[in-house]
């Protein structure tokens, strides 16, 4: 199925081009959803029980342990051809933003640069004091282990319910979404806010939205284009249309 002509020409004609990802573009990968991801021993508990500062403060090696699962899962899944994609469009356009509510680093395994990423990343791990990003820390049998730094608990870089998102990633998206010609939502639900509000804004500064996503949103109603299906195969497809004769990795 070939792209939407309208979505073709805006790609090739874009001065900057914006993109923000969701869950499905990941799903496709094989990483579980939030709430897909409860199975097996950590199916007895909501995910939104653990994944808050209180949870983090009642019982912070339960948290820790959940975490370290979940970035296993993640470490064992591998960037799709949506992710690819992004990164070549990258390459062929003047400029693309990317900006991403997923936590699991695959746009930048994919080739991706300067990842704008407003939930975090899970494959990060920070200082709870003072948020400080820890690469390495010595061997310890404490759950989770103390900052090398200053001795409080680590943590994974991840926004928590109750936490606000990060200010800079938050400022860079926000301006990038009203600077941009075409916006592309990709595999979200346009249903977080604030992240789901950056596609609204494009629509008031005249871009041309178009979501891509295997299922309508409520961003579908008002967006100049939707197309419908996996991200794995209509992005590839889009730049197969827009760029004809080049050739893109299978």
Known sequence: MNAPSELVEAVRTARHIV???????????????????????WA???PEELATPGAFRRNPSLVW???????????QAEPNPGHFALAELAARVPRLTLITQNVDGL????????????????LR????????????????????????????????DVVWFGEAL???????????????????????????????????????RKAVVAEINLDPTPLTAVATIAWHGRAGE????????????DAFPE
């Open 19 to 41: 993109v923000m990802t969701g869950a499905g573009i990941s799903a496709e990968s094989g990483v579980p959803t939030f709430r897909d991801a409860q199975t097996g021993l």
């Open 125 to 156: 791990v920070k200082c709870s004091a003072d948020g400080r990003i820890i690469a390495s820390w010595p061997a310890t049998n404490e759950t989770p282990p103390p900052c090398p730094e200053c001795g409080a608990p680590l943590r994974p």
């Open 166 to 204: 990060p200010m800079l990633a938050l400022n860079r998206a926000a301006k990038a979404a009203e600077q941009g010609d075409l916006f592309l939502s990709i595999g979200t639900s346009a249903l977080v806010h604030p992240a789901a509000s950056l596609a609204y804004v494009a629509l008031q």
């Open 107 to 122: 746009h930048q395994r994919a080739g991706s640069q300067d990842v704008i990423e407003l939930h975090g990343n899970i």
């Open 65 to 75: 342990d959940w975490y370290s699962w979940r970035r296993e899962l993640v470490s």
């Open 234 to 245: 209509l992005l590839p497809q889009l730049l197969r249309d827009a760029f004809p004769g």
């Open 44 to 46: 007895q508990y909501d």
